[in-house]
């Protein structure tokens, strides 16, 4: 009974802070917001767009996520970090995947994406389908979700109907936070998103998967902020794990030293005990901001997991391209004019 209570507090104070954080919306906020099942508009989202377009499309987008996720157990991180790039820049336009020099893709900051393949081979057998009818950009959208799953977390509904960009410029791609920020740089680029501080603290959630290159560390390792020392932030123990692990700046470590393969809420618990991979994984619990919400979600598994459903449904929805706005590739890679 105790639990219980604690649930539903906890459960009201994030209710709280996010009707704080968006004045106006009420009740509605914390709700998936759900478009009309069927439009005869081009330019809204819906989440009946392909039924009768292409009603194998997501059926295709499952299938083959769970094909290359068995595979590969890494790409489930990977794809919602490719969903996450894309919806970054220039909105959830499928931008990201665009193959030219010059490129998001190319940039710098890029060089560690992966998932383009799974995104292709899903391309190319929705296109045998329905030729020239599901977005790239829908595709990686609702890749991320089925990675997701596939990872043991939860199922949302995604929209569909957004088009793919025809710009793609490496230089934009600076802007995706990388991990070094300090939390007010992240709360300001989330709000340029309509994002909020909750969401930022769900979204960095999805590091309970994954990896990060050791050359993204290196300084937290070696020489933080300049001094030749370690960053005293991290524990101990986990400090000379990481410097076993990364005896070269090109190998790679888990974002979750705790069940790294396992999508739950050890994330937030590892915080507290100063072992967050990332600078910006640990200035979540050492920032007013984010501090009450990672105690809260340490605890609260079924509360990370609805959330995390929610935020991630805000982020498919960022920016999108409606009706004339775009195109629809017919291969990710290129626009169709280049093609």
């Known amino acids: 009974m105790q639990s219980s209570t604690s649930f539903l507090f906890v459960f009201l104070v994030l209710y709280l802070l996010s009707a704080f954080a968006h004045p106006g919306e009420g009740e509605d906020y914390l709700k998936v917001h759900k478009l009309p099942a069927t439009s005869p508009y081009e330019d809204v989202l819906s989440f009946a767009y392909y039924y009768q377009k292409c009603p194998e499309a997501e059926a295709i987008i499952n299938q083959k996520v769970k094909e290359w996720i068995n595979k590969d157990y890494t790409l489930a991180a990977s794809l919602i970090r490719l969903h996450f790039h894309d919806c970054s820049v220039r909105g959830c336009d499928g931008s990201i995947l665009l193959n030219h020099e010059g490129s998001e893709r190319k940039a710098d900051v890029s060089k560690t994406l992966r998932g383009f393949e799974v995104i292709d081979d899903i391309k190319a057998e929705i296109e045998k389908k329905c030729p020239k009818t599901v977005s790239c950009a829908d595709i990686l959208t609702a890749a991320a979700r089925d990675a997701t799953v596939s990872a043991g977390g939860p199922y949302w509904m995604v929209p569909y109907g957004r088009k793919d960009g025809l710009v793609s ?5 600076q802007l995706v936070p990388m991990g070094h920020e300090d939390i007010t740089s992240l709360v300001e680029f989330y709000q340029s998103k309509g994002l909020n501080v909750l969401d930022l603290a769900i979204l960095s959630g999805a590091h309970t998967i994954g990896r990060a290159s050791c050359g993204s560390i290196q300084d ?11 960053d005293p932030s991290l524990d101990a123990q986990y400090l000379n794990y990481l410097k076993r692990k990364c005896r070269l700046s090109s190998d790679y470590v888990d974002l979750d030293a705790t069940t790294p393969r396992t999508f739950d809420a050890e994330y937030y618990s590892n915080l507290p005990k100063k072992m967050g991979l990332l600078s910006t ?10 501090e009450p919400l990672v105690s809260a979600l340490a605890d609260q598994t079924s509360l990370f997991f609805y959330q995390f459903g929610v935020s991630m449904a805000k982020l498919g929805n960022v920016q999108c391209l409606l009706g004339n706005e775009g195109e629809i590739r017919t291969n990710c890679n290129f626009v169709n004019s280049k093609y």
């Open 169 to 173: 410029l490496a230089k934009e791609a």
């Open 220 to 230: 937290r390792l070696f020489n933080y902020s300049g001094t030749g020392k370690p």
């Open 281 to 290: 994984d640990e200035k979540l619990y050492t920032d007013p901001r984010t």
